[in-house]
């Protein structure tokens, strides 16, 4: 039971342009939500968060958005650099003693 | 401080063997994670521990699997026997309080043959 969904594999975006990272979840139970970036070869690495009495968290270049009524949020980065391309793995967790479950993962592409 | 520290960092063995992998948390933080990563299910998690003591494990796969901290710097994931569908990126990761924000090793590549 994948409680938490990234329907897109992979994104293609040009450089400058704005890039829409999409993830869904069922348990309307969840109290916070984070997008992980990973690179080849390597760990994920925390980007961003959002608590589930928010709608939208910025930080620079990245925002997300989050619609509690349909179960989905979004990830926005803009402008998209080459440096963005990257794996990103949106994520929940029902309660801070509890686990964070993964979704499976949107490859994004940024090309010059 | 280091980060979460994995190992091995690849490793590769034959249908049947046991395999290990271990690794070490960020100093102080209480809580450690198992993931596995599939292409089909992305970061699956697999067991994970609050203050050394194992709180869920329903993610593990099967009896072949097991996870052991038996201090607060050092953990173990052992699959034995180990079988190709086992072949997967496996990655620990830890945190201060529980699912917060998780700091996640390289991670063990590990091909079955």
């Known amino acids: 039971d994948q409680q938490v969904k990234q329907n897109s594999p992979s994104l293609s975006v040009q450089e400058g342009r704005i890039s829409i990272l999409n993830c869904d979840y069922t348990?309307?139970?969840?109290?916070?939500f984070l997008w992980y970036k990973k690179y080849p070869a390597e760990g994920p690495t925390f980007l961003i968060s959002i608590s589930s009495i928010k709608d939208k968290n910025e930080d620079g270049r990245f925002t997300v958005f989050l619609n509690k009524s349909a179960k989905h949020l979004s990830l926005h980065i803009v402008p998209s650099q080459p440096g963005d391309s990257a794996v990103y793995f949106c994520?929940?967790?029902?309660?801070?003693?509890?686990?964070?479950?993964f979704g499976q993962g949107t490859e994004l592409s940024v090309k010059p | 401080d280091a980060g979460v520290i994995q190992s091995p960092r690849h490793e590769v063995t034959e249908m049947g063997q046991e395999v290990t992998l271990r690794c070490k948390p960020i100093?102080?933080?209480?809580?450690l994670f198992w993931y596995r990563q599939t292409m089909m299910r992305g970061l699956e998690l697999l067991i994970y521990f609050n203050n050394n003591v194992p709180i869920d494990d329903s993610g593990m796969p099967e009896d072949r699997f097991s996870a052991k901290m038996p201090n607060a710097s050092f953990s173990t994931l052992k699959i034995q026997p180990s079988e190709p569908r086992d072949s997967a990126v496996y990655f620990c990761a830890s945190s201060l309080g529980g699912a917060n924000v998780l700091t996640f090793g390289a991670g063990s590549r590990l091909t079955v043959l």
């Open positions: 348990n309307s139970m969840f109290d916070y």
């Open positions: 994520a929940a967790r029902r309660n801070q003693g509890g686990k964070l479950i």
């Open positions: 100093s102080g933080h209480n809580s």
